[in-house]
């Protein structure tokens, strides 16, 4: 395994909670308590259960990262990634690392990997069905009748940009933000044709496709990858999820066996597509992958070789969402117009972000482009862009 980025960028420092007026400190601050909350009132835990919610609202609200309780089946792993940070503040560890320790902190609170009857029990489940079942997805999927008169090119497009939009569907996003923000339809980067070049010359490939949120955002992931395997530009689709609930939306197994059902029963042809799906999944083109990396508080280049592995015999891996593209990049303060390439340079295998822009971590965007969106974003903020979920890009290296 090697961390290695391309040797002609100097690493940034990584993002960090504690920097007064960042957005991450304002996860901390404000998400998580709030979060907290919200997972309290979904179900009725009993009172231990709601006793040690009440202690991590304590935990979060002080700022003091306790340790998991002795008996956490990865309690070894944590150790060894929280050498020297627990014990201490959220804020001063690396936002990434901070974050994953608090929805790791969540899932001991409400007993998700205890012995008792709360195990495997998904405290952010009710939130995701009452979206999966809501008006809104109905909507959403009779959309989908609508690509039918376009052409073949337009059709993979409208798809594409389904997908990619699909990831301000994001209910740990929805926590605290206010109103609904608008989209700004111009990428902020650009890369479809390079997109569309690389899956063509690769046809009909091995496609990781690496997921985010449950719901409203893999229901068009998947209409994507039906697409792909229906066009015959993928032979295999291998959809990597987590192995469970984590940053309150983001899918697991058992998210994608909901939204498969919820597609293959919709009338016409979302209905069609979930019907193809489901028969890809029952010959193997379509499977799953639910790595316990994907929930490590670890950027991409530390990955372990058998993940290595599966992205390098990929012909191309695409990434979906603000998390994996915070992981791929490693979740620094790079100067934005750092090289896409040089920060993703360790990767095994050429690889596609698909992202709506939620949090600090940047690269690959001109200069120009960068005071062109720095200049429109003022008197609001002139970092709003970056962070807001009002913009989107497509990054791809070759
Ligand atoms: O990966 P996603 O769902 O696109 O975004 C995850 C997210 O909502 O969570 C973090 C803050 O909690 C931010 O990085 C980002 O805004």
New binding site residues.
Partial sequence: MSGARDETVADAPPIMGNVPGS?ALS?FRE?HPVLVRQVARALPYPPDRRRALDRLLDEVVDDVMEPLEPSAYDGAAWAEWGRGKIGGRYVDVPFLWG?SYFYRKLLEATGYFGDGPWRGVDPFGPMKQAELDGPVVDGELAALDETQTLSAAERAEALLLGSLWG?RA?L??GVTLKGDQERVADLVVDDRPLLWSLIEAAAPGRICLVA??AGR?LLPDLVLADHLLDRGLAAEVVLHVKPFPY?V??ATPADVLACLRRLAAAPGTAGQAGTRLWGAMEEGRLSLRAHPFACAPLPYSEMPDDLREEFASASLTVM???????RLVGDRMWPASTPFAAVTGYFPGPVVAL??L??D?LAGVPERTLAELDAAGRPRSANSWR?G?THAMVQARP
């Fill in positions: 957005y996860v998400r974050e990831n994001d740990s996003f985010d949120n955002e940053f939306s983001d979906k969402g603000d998390l994996n593209y915070r992202r709506t939620k949090s971590a962070t979920g």
